[in-house]
């Protein structure tokens, strides 16, 4: 088993055919056979079946993708970091965002661009579980994602970047704008991020927290944007971090819903792999994200 059989046999999975694969490798189709013929060799295993679709992996090929996606780009972090030690620059950086890091990302990412300008960096919306099975094949560095709740025990590091009050946004003219208690929201529609069936589940933890059933009527939506925007134009509600009514991107129709009480606590993490230390680009940027916190603390005063 080599990396070139690796690669081939993972491009091979993902695209769905090995003439496909052979044109991302640059191989000719036989080429890209013969290294997954010899794969299939060294492990004793038939790892594809060929199908009126293409190729479809076995039970084999399912079990070595997982395995191979995490090999190559371990190996991809190990090249870069060896490179970003040796000149302090190239190499790349993916990661998952939530919007409720719009305070800090824009100076993270100025100061980061000034310390490690070669490095390509890519972001990424933060989608829950999605994301997080991205993070653990190795495809993001990192994920800078809003929690809730209690401690989290599933098998990432997490470092606290701040704490964030939470509130009910509604359109302007929304029958409810002027709503006082979350019982009188009870049968609203809500969009809301996340399984909305968790018990982790924001909705369900701010009704929870004052004795209610959750609501009913809602409807799961991991796109802050098109959140945002139903909302703007629907009689929907949802609950951001307070923040985001002062930030420009927020539609100006959007406003908070005065309660009388608070909402459970949320707070902006940074999430990296237990298992594999960050490169140095992804250290370097998580320095930058402290710092962008600590400046703008010193700006508000908090």
Not at 261 to 271: N, Q, T
């Amino acid at each position: 088993m080599n990396l070139r059989q690796l690669r081939t046999f993972v491009l091979i999975a993902e695209h769905g055919s090995i003439r496909a694969a052979a044109r991302a490798l640059h191989l000719t189709q036989p080429a890209a056979t013969r290294n997954l013929r010899e794969l299939e060799q060294s492990l004793d295993a038939e790892l594809v079946r060929r199908s009126a679709k293409g190729v479809e992996l076995t039970a084999y090929g399912q079990a070595l993708y997982k395995r191979a996606v995490l090999i190559l780009q371990e190996t991809r972090r190990a090249q870069e970091e060896i490179g970003q030690m040796k000149d302090g620059a190239g190499g790349s950086l993916h990661l998952a965002v939530s919007s409720s890091a719009l305070t800090v990302l824009p100076g993270a990412l100025r100061e980061f661009r000034q310390r490690m300008p070669r490095v390509s960096v890519s972001f990424n919306e933060v989608a829950p579980p999605h994301s997080h099975e991205l993070l653990d094949s190795g495809h993001y560095d990192l994920l800078v994602q809003t929690e809730y709740g209690g401690q989290i025990d599933d098998g990432f590091t997490r470092a606290t970047l701040y704490d964030l009050p939470l509130a009910v946004g509604a359109r302007v003219g929304h029958p409810l704008r002027r709503a006082r208690s979350l019982a009188e929201l009870h049968n609203a529609l809500w969009l809301v991020p996340g399984n909305i069936e968790s018990p982790s589940n924001l909705l369900r933890l701010a009704y929870a927290a004052h004795g209610l059933p959750p609501p009913s009527d809602v409807i799961p939506c991991q796109s802050i944007a098109v959140g945002l925007a139903l909302i703007a134009e629907s009689d929907a509600l949802g609950i951001f971090v307070r923040d985001l009514f002062e930030h420009q991107l927020l539609p100006r129709p959007l406003r908070m819903v005065p309660l009388d009480h608070a909402l459970p606590a949320a707070r902006v993490c940074i999430v990296t792999r237990a298992d594999s230390p960050p490169t140095p680009a992804a250290q370097c940027f998580m320095d930058c994200l402290h710092a962008a916190r600590d400046e703008r603390g010193r700006k508000t005063g908090g």
